[in-house]
């Protein structure tokens, strides 16, 4: 396990300028996420998915596919098989394939509202690559299932577990076919990272596709996590209870028009309000963070929240209050009908053969230091990079001003390297 720090530390912010800043805003926060959940009523913003107009209106070419699961779910994916600004084949005639999945309540717009300049999916298509987007299911691109239809809560009974071996597994294995390869580069933020665990412990010969592997605020074990709704939240949810039954299964902060509201209004650029939406990504992700790129709010709020089922969540809270990284708890007696035993299996993380390169930050409320530390003790491949700026927070690793610098520009050096380093594709 390495740990490899290149940049000097600057902008920091100390613990008592954020303690100022805290409370009052705290509050705001706590309001504005009450009102999104309530949005839920004001009505579903209808077709509301803007990766592949956004992708077009840069000039970038774009393909939209669909992938069906093992267990029928319908995911849209999207994919960017060229640059305008670039023709790089490899040895073999094709593009080295790289895969993007996004964190939670998020979609694949997480990898291109930066803008051409600075989001990683059309960064690696002007370096060369055959960039695909993955959308998990239930967010904005993947409400759809073969039988069952999103209104109910069957379609919604489902985590991050399902995420990984199933949505996960799917889009890997469709990506690979449609691009003729045998392995490709694999990026991932916050709960894409978790699905990642899942899958290659749960089904290791998924090792085998993989060349790297980036993980941005990797999310496995959760014992010094510190975000203030989750140590709540723990304490109710975190646990199986009659009331962890009655929300779980339930449809998350979709897009709303209540929210397109907000966005209009309060994001925008002219708004005097605009400072509750950096509030808020400050409130999950960490305070005081000074690399949020404002410009992007708007954007930010028109495709986030993306939606997800409660029972995520609840998933993570679990892990909050067990200290295990392992699968979901439905109880002594669901459990014993599920796993033939009275507590859920943990993730064996010894089955990831891949070598694993983690990115992380001091300032992160969902992915603490000891915790992605700890992981990386257990891995048998794991090299560590720590953000040189004591500030940089949960969003950060996708919207900072300097993410090109600090974190795409180097995931692109690795993974060029391994290609020159590696055989086939």
């Not at 774009?62 to 699961?69: K, L, S």
């Not at 960064?123 to 073969?146: C, E, F, I, P």
């Not at 699968?327 to 694993?356: A, F, M, R």
Request: aromatic residues 12%.
């Amino acid at each position: 396990m390495l740990d490899n720090n290149s940049c000097a530390q600057t902008n920091i912010l100390t613990s008592k300028e954020m303690a100022n800043n805290s409370p009052t805003r705290g509050s705001v926060m706590l309001l504005t996420l009450v009102l999104l959940l309530l949005s839920r009523k004001i009505g579903l913003v209808d077709g509301h998915k803007v990766t592949a107009t956004s992708i077009s209106n840069h000039n970038y070419p774009v393909e939209e596919h669909t992938v069906i699961t093992h267990d029928d779910y319908i995911l849209t994916i999207y994919r960017i098989p060229s640059s305008p600004n670039r023709s790089h084949l490899n040895r073999a005639g094709r593009r080295a394939v790289v895969f993007l999945q996004h964190g939670i309540l998020s979609a694949s717009d997480d990898w291109i509202i930066n803008g051409p300049e600075a989001s990683l999916a059309y960064m690696l298509a002007d370096a060369g690559y055959d960039v695909w987007l993955g959308n998990a299911r239930g967010n904005t691109y993947s409400r759809q299932h073969k039988h069952i239809h999103p209104d109910t809560s069957d379609f919604w009974r489902f985590s991050w577990h399902e995420i990984g071996v199933y949505d996960l597994a799917a889009m890997l294995d469709y990506a690979l076919a449609k691009s003729q390869s045998s392995s490709l580069h694999f990026v991932a933020h916050s709960q894409g990272t978790t699905a990642f665990f899942v899958l290659m412990s749960s089904l290791p010969l998924y090792n085998e596709k993989l060349r790297s592997v980036h993980l941005l605020a990797p999310i496995a074990y959760m014992r010094d996590h510190s975000f203030i709704l989750s140590k709540l939240g723990g304490i109710f949810l975190g646990t199986p209870s009659f009331l962890s039954w009655v929300l779980g299964s339930m449809e998350l902060l979709p897009i709303t028009n209540l929210q397109k509201l907000i966005c209009e209004h309060i994001c925008s650029s002219s708004s005097m309000f605009n400072f509750l939406c950096s509030g808020l990504l400050d409130f999950i992700g960490g305070w005081g963070t000074r690399h949020l790129n404002q410009t992007l709010l708007p954007d930010v709020c028109a495709t986030h929240p993306a939606g997800a089922s409660s029972s995520q969540v609840i998933h993570y809270l679990q892990l909050y209050r067990s200290g295990d990284f392992r699968q979901y708890d439905h109880g002594p007696e669901l459990n014993e009908i599920i796993y033939q035993q009275p507590t859920p299996p943990s993730y064996n993380v010894q089955y990831i053969k891949s070598c694993v390169d983690m990115y992380y930050s001091e300032n992160d409320y969902m992915s603490a230091v000891g915790d992605v530390k700890y992981l990386a003790s257990l891995l048998p491949c794991a090299q560590l990079y720590r953000i040189p700026f004591r500030d940089w927070n949960h969003y950060d690793f996708l919207w900072s001003n300097n993410v090109k610098e600090v974190i795409n520009n180097k995931i692109i050096q690795k993974i060029r390297k391994y290609d020159e380093d590696g055989v086939g594709f």
